[in-house]
């Protein structure tokens, strides 16, 4: 049995708070390290990493969107075709000189607000535009059919979390005309009722709709992997289109290896991302921990004991991916001592 590991913002992100990695009580993690065959590559974010893997072409953007549609509950609608684009909920504030963008992973948002708020959005432009339909199929993921529209070029949201969007707005030959609806909807967003209710008892306002993850769904997906253990939508749904195993991440890896049949399996450990993001260092350490002791030190007993033949773990940043392999017989290179979590940082 084969296993990947992909483990978004594993490393802090800032190199120059070494003291981020103190005292951390990572055994498991380290010796797995330790005894590995190493590759690096430019791949960037989770998004890109997770659709090179089942063979998905880039488009103007990833075309998340297409994908994750029947996942999120669109099973009626034909996909194929047709361009999709995410157009999910977040909270903008000004910073200095600069507007920030926080998402759904910092603010609660009900099935009730998100109708609300996108019923709005689509009286207003039903009469400019009757093609253009905001789906709030999910809470915190929203979704737009465009039928006229030309495509736009995005930035994903999980790059954009916590960042200044100045730069990171639509761009490419379509820029002026997303930009444009960006702006709209800030404008219709910021006076809904619904906002003003949600600033009264102090929680952020859903006051703009980020687009991105763009496409037409492919057609040609091709999955490595016979079974995908994940929380992450786009995991999920890239197992579903491709006819493979796919199931909620299970709490622990003992838990995973009594529900798990042979095969090459896939499991995304995501927890540590949104801390990474948001600069939360405490809680990102407490997660790191968390991970040592139900995921990173079990596997490397069963390594130990023939249990798996191979585990890779990809590790996931702003501008590569780190991939380590270790195999059944690598545990026996006892010469291969054990360095801190640290070491495999820069």
Known sequence: MNLHLLVPALFWPDTALPEVYRDLPLPGLENMLARNSRADDDTKGIEAWLCSAFNVAKQLDW???PITLKTDGAEHMQAEDSYWIRADPVHLRIDRNQIVLADSR??????HEAGELTSLLNRHFAG???????????PDRWYLRV??????????????ANRGINELLPFGPNNTIWRGLFNDVQMLLHEHPLNQLREARGTPAINATWFWGGGILPESLVSPYTH????EVLARSLALACGRNQA?????AKAWRQAAASGNHLIVLSTLHGKAQ????????ESLKELEQSWFGPLGVML??????QVTLTALDTTQSKSFTVRRGDWKKFWRRRKPLSTYAG
């Open 304 to 309: 130990r004991q023939g249990e798996l033949d």
């Open 228 to 231: 995908v253990w994940s929380n």
């Open 128 to 138: 400019e535009n009757p093609d253009l339909a905001f789906l709030p199929l999910q």
């Open 106 to 111: 910092v603010f609660p948002i009900s099935s």
């Open 278 to 285: 948001y600069e939360d260092a405490y809680n990102w350490r």
């Open 248 to 252: 909620p991440l299970p709490p622990s």
């Open 147 to 160: 039928a006229k529209m030309p495509p736009a070029q995005t930035h994903p949201i999980s790059e954009v």
């Open 63 to 65: 075309p998340v969107a």
